[in-house]
């Protein structure tokens, strides 16, 4: 295919859409002006392709081709749906907010979970004539991406979240994206704010409803986290194998802080999680890990960018990617050092585990160093299935797919227990075990 080609069709269909949606999407004066400015950004890159450095393995002119419609309001029959996908994915314990076919669903949701905690619908906010023009929660200065400016551009809702100073969040904020709709495409934009010394959980999943099928999840997070806050940010992607979830998470980390996050993409036929990370105050550590389990003709794509802008700043990105049948694993890790980042310290480590003859791992670690005084490295490994190991757990008993089970276990270990809670690992852990259960 000539994906030269596809850009115009491509380009004409997405304003065809824009301008079908601009009655739909929340906002007005300042905000419409912020849709519009990304929009004619979006139309005047289209979608990434392979000769776009950061994008060259991840084509969405092939694999994507087009973005589909915007996904209706959902009904009651819709919220219905959505409920039973909710209570199949809950996180015990945790506050839920829910967001149906991009919209946030509040009979769905827990009431605001406790004193120093503000939970707000981004369309409630972006629709208040009586606050200022809150366009600054559409705009974003700190990483330019095509599709970023396409969220921008269609995000229908979100929730925007603010934690007290100094404030230990007793429970997890769980948002939990659920699609009802097939062939369509849901676009939020979420932020939380954690004040100075404040500490926190969040979980974001993504599922579908029963029937759900070929819909695009396409999604943005803000995180500010203050001056000596902490904040545990888990991801799941479990969408239906025929989905597609194009996903960012923008982090500021402020002075002495920390963060501390794992994304486990199982589900979605194409899926690129890319995280654009931060360091504004010294004496800060991020810790940022993954997971890719994928089978079938499966695209996962993990692209991490690491700006450590201060001195005294550390960080450890660990990626594990499991791969069978025709799966294709893409981690992309890049650590940049500015000049005045002194004393950073900075380590990736990629490992990837191939199941199949069929499968294919691409790792691209990259460091960019301007300081001169610092610790900085990374590796990536890609190998089979030790057949020594293997044969050591069958001769006592167990089948071949119990083996393989236990070594992929204790392969993406590393990367799961950097969870520190021991429920919210669980919950990971059992996302893992569906994805090695639907391997027969």
Aim: glycine residues 6%.
């Amino acid at each position: 295919m000539d994906v030269a080609l596809v850009k115009p069709t491509t380009e004409r269909a997405t304003r065809e859409l824009f301008a079908a949606a601009r009655d739909r999407l929340p906002g007005s004066g300042p905000v419409s002006e912020a849709r519009q400015a990304a929009f004619d950004d979006f139309a005047r890159r289209g979608l990434p392709y392979r000769r776009i450095e950061e994008w060259k393995y991840t084509d969405l002119r092939t694999l994507l081709r087009e973005i589909a419609p915007l996904a209706a309001t959902p009904d009651q029959a819709a919220l219905a749906r959505a409920a039973k996908a909710v209570v199949a994915r809950d996180a015990k314990g945790a506050y839920k907010l829910v967001l149906v076919d991009g919209v946030f669903a509040p009979q769905l949701s827990d009431q605001t979970p406790e004193t120093g905690v503000e939970v707000r619908a981004l369309r409630n906010i972006l629709e208040n004539n009586d606050v200022a023009a809150r366009a600054d929660l559409l705009i974003t200065t700190a990483a330019s991406d095509t599709m970023i400016s396409l969220n921008t551009a269609l995000a229908t809702d979100g929730v925007v979240i603010d934690v007290a100073e100094n404030l230990n969040l007793s429970r997890p904020l769980h948002i939990v994206h659920i699609t009802t709709q097939s062939s369509t495409a849901a676009f939020t934009r979420s932020l939380l704010r954690l004040a100075n010394g404040a500490h926190a959980t969040l979980i974001e999943s993504f599922v579908a409803a029963e029937g759900a099928a070929a819909y695009q999840a396409h999604d943005s997070v803000v995180l500010w986290i203050g001056d000596g806050a902490e904040l545990q940010h888990v991801r799941l992607v479990e969408d239906a194998h025929d989905a597609a979830n194009i996903s960012t998470a923008i982090v500021t980390i402020g002075a002495k802080a920390r963060f501390n996050s794992l994304n486990l993409t199982c589900g979605a036929a194409v899926s690129r999680y890319q995280g654009f990370i931060k360091f504004g105050g010294e004496g800060s550590h991020a810790d940022v890990n993954g997971v890719n389990l994928l089978n079938g003709r499966q695209h996962g794509d993990t692209t991490l960018v690491l700006d450590h802008a201060v001195p005294h700043c550390s960080s450890n990105e660990v990626f594990r990617a499991v791969l069978d049948d025709q799966a294709h694993s893409v981690f992309q890790g890049k650590i940049i050092v500015q000049p005045d980042a002194q004393k950073t310290d900075g380590k990736m480590m990629t490992r990837a585990l191939l199941l199949s003859d069929g499968a294919e791992a691409d790792n691209k670690p990259e460091l960019e160093i301007f300081a001169d005084d610092v610790t900085c490295g990374h590796g990536a490994t890609v190998g089979a299935l030790d057949e020594s190991l293997l044969f050591y757990l069958r001769a006592r008993g167990l089948s071949e797919k119990e083996a393989q089970a236990l070594l992929i276990q204790a392969f993406v270990g590393e990367a799961v227990e950097s969870v520190a809670d021991d429920g919210l690992r669980d919950v990971v852990i059992e996302a893992a075990e569906r994805w090695l259960a639907a391997r027969g």
